[in-house]
């Protein structure tokens, strides 16, 4: 995930567009990306992990909160764009060059089962295993048994 997807609300953004919205009767959601405090657990360090948040905007304490996908939330808002850019006829513009410039915000990778211990093999050369994400003596020997099996 890129983290730094200029769509992602920074506290600025979440503060303006609580503002904006306060009085529409319409939700409207936005997803902030939070990096957890990672003092006190040696999991959270060792794994550079962060946390998303959904908010919800308008007047909408009186429903019940619909949780929506992060793959759907950024898969709307690119069609979202895409079908203003097509109607002003900018495809192809300025507005299109700076959002390739924004990355790609999400990577999906689906494999078969029987992938598996040759994804894990390929991870532990890149320095990605038990013992890396953690950090603790059963981290070290659940390494140990994956190898076992993938060597």
Known sequence: ??????????????SNKLQENHYKHEASFGFRVFDPPTYLNDH?????GVFTCQYEFGIVKSKKMSPICLKKYITNL????????QARGLLGSLSEVTRRMDGIVLYEFKLPASKAY??????DKLGINAST???TIS???????????VY
């Open 118 to 123: 040759e994804l894990l093999g390929s991870l």
């Open 133 to 135: 994400i953690f950090p």
């Open 44 to 48: 959270l360090k060792a794994q550079q």
């Open 78 to 85: 690119e069609e979202e764009e895409n079908s203003k850019e």
């Open 139 to 149: 981290g070290c020997v659940k390494t140990i048994f994956e190898r076992t099996k």
């Open 1 to 14: 995930m890129n983290a730094d997807w200029s769509k992602f609300l920074g506290q600025t953004d979440l």
